[in-house]
């Protein structure tokens, strides 16, 4: 059964960071696009980026230059490293492996002052 576990959200102050983990069973990080998604209160989920199988990753523009997205082998875990964080980055965050359908349960962070 595959299984995703994202853990690292919390409160943090504007202009603070935070890495998020994401961290995989039954199957490798290493074999399939990894994606980070958000949700924010009364909103669609939103896609945040994705960490293709040869490391490339892509953003999406409110994100971009303050986000990055990396993946440990070793550690079968993704992770989503969030820069200059603003109140609008607020939200849940989840991990998706698209292939497979499999979400993970999220993890909340908040920015605030």
């Known amino acids: 059964q595959v299984q995703l576990v994202e853990s690292g959200g919390g409160l943090v102050q504007p202009g603070g960071s935070l890495r998020l983990s994401c961290a995989a069973s039954?199957?490798?990080?290493?074999?399939?696009?990894m994606r980070w998604y958000r949700q924010a209160p009364g909103k669609e989920r939103e896609w945040v980026g994705d960490i293709f199988i040869d490391f490339r990753t892509t953003y999406n523009d409110p994100v971009k230059g303050r986000f990055t997205i990396s993946k440990d082998k070793a550690k079968n875990t993704v992770y989503l490293q969030m820069n200059n964080l603003k109140s609008e980055d607020t939200a849940v965050y989840y991990c998706h492996i698209p292939p497979l359908g499999v979400w993970g349960r999220g993890t909340q962070v908040t920015v605030s002052s």
């Open positions: 039954g199957t490798l990080v290493s074999t399939s696009t």
